[in-house]
Structures are given as C-alpha cells and as structure tokens.
C-alpha cells in the first residue's frame, strides 16, 4: 500500500525564495533570514553581492553574459 503524501500536511509555509516548506511560519521567516545574509560571489572575479539579481546585474554589464 502506497502512502500518498498530502501537500496540504507537510508544511503550509513555503519560502518564496527557494520553495522550501515550513510547518510553522516562524521557522520559515527564520529561514528566509538566511538568504539576504548570504553574498553571491561573482565566478569570474572577487566581487561579492548580497542579491542574486545584484550579482546578474554585474555579471551582464562587467562581464557581457547573460544568465
Ligand atoms: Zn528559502
Ligand atoms: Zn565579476
């Protein structure tokens, strides 16, 4: 017999950011903290960002590629 996961069960709280499930909103809130402390290093030289789209941004007008 197979177990059917029921979405609505697992968490109600999903990080829009990277889609992971929370069951409490706290924990997610949390969560979502994480993201905007992390920096997003540029491959192609030492510069660092705190936002993704900081990053895509600079690696489309320094470095001439789209992501
Ligand atoms: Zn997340
Ligand atoms: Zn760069």
């Given at each position: ?14 990080c ?52």
């Amino acid at each position: 017999m197979k177990i059917a996961l029921d979405a609505s069960s697992v968490g109600r709280y999903p990080c829009d950011i990277c889609g992971k499930v929370y069951r409490q909103a706290g924990t997610r809130n949390r969560h979502k903290k994480n993201h905007f402390n992390v920096s997003f290093k540029c491959w192609m030289c030492p510069s660092e960002f705190s936002r993704r789209y900081t990053l895509q941004n600079h690696i489309r007008d320094i470095h001439g590629m789209l992501m």
